[in-house]
């Protein structure tokens, strides 16, 4: 079991570029998320899916989208990326089983410059 | 108010001491609770869940959730400078959508030897 996987590791984009964050689980979760989190501050729900062609936004949404065609995968589109686009961004699936335990992907850190 | 609180720390403790980290949520409704541990420059990861009222304990660990109160804390026995991480803590809070969890800024421990 790999786990919660999360490609790549490193990325800096210029500004107006985009680029597609990837992530995906081999645990048959049916839930998971995105989230950003800058500097000193906590994680913040970009957005989430609670199965295969259901996506939702979270708190901070605009500039990012999602889609989620299987159960596995769940890939984080930037459009037109922007220096408050810098972050470290994690990955998380959890079961439907109702405990809500998130586990998390390794991460990916984009600079946007 | 914000959803869930934590004490912002820096909190210091020499090795072999008990940590107290402590965290308040805004729903008494709540019913799913969980700390994280995340290393500088790494994912967070799960290291205690938390759905009844009192203590649960695992190993050092030892995590106790008071609803009344809307309190939540991890207490870490015989501290070791391994445990030097920030520590975030999570909640399910009632009415939001299923799976959905709520994070607090995180507590930075560090334990000197």
């Known amino acids: 079991n790999a786990g919660v996987t999360q490609t790549p590791k490193f990325r800096i984009l210029k500004i107006g570029q985009s680029m597609t964050l990837q992530c995906a689980q081999d645990?048959?979760?049916?839930?998971m998320y995105w989230y950003r989190q800058d500097p000193g501050m906590g994680l913040k729900l970009i957005y989430y899916?609670?199965?295969?062609?259901?996506?939702d936004k979270g708190e901070v949404p605009n500039g990012y989208n999602v889609s989620r065609s299987t159960t596995e995968d769940f890939p984080l589109r930037l459009e037109l990326a922007a220096p408050s686009q810098t972050s470290v961004y994690f990955c998380?699936?959890?079961?439907?089983?109702?405990?809500?335990?998130?586990?998390f992907g390794p991460g990916t850190r984009l600079t946007v410059t | 108010q914000k959803e869930v609180e934590q004490n912002s720390g820096p909190l210091s403790v020499p090795e072999g001491a008990i940590a107290s980290l402590n965290c308040t949520y805004s729903?008494?409704?709540?019913?799913?609770f969980f700390w994280y541990r995340q290393y500088s420059g790494k994912s967070p990861e799960l290291i205690m869940s938390?759905?009844?009222?009192g203590d649960k304990e695992d190993g050092r660990f030892t995590a106790q959730l008071n609803k009344a109160s809307q309190y939540v804390s991890l207490l870490i026995r015989d501290s070791q400078p391994s445990d030097s991480a920030t520590y975030l803590c999570?909640?399910?809070?009632?009415?939001?959508?299923?799976?959905?969890?709520?994070f607090g800024r995180g507590t930075q421990l560090t334990v000197w030897p």
């Open positions: 645990m048959n979760h049916n839930y």
């Open positions: 729903d008494r409704g709540s019913q799913s």
């Open positions: 999570a909640v399910n809070l009632r009415g939001s959508t299923l799976g959905r969890l709520y």
């Open positions: 938390i759905y009844s009222n």
């Open positions: 899916s609670v199965g295969a062609g259901i996506t």
């Open positions: 998380a699936s959890s079961d439907r089983g109702g405990t809500y335990e998130q586990y």
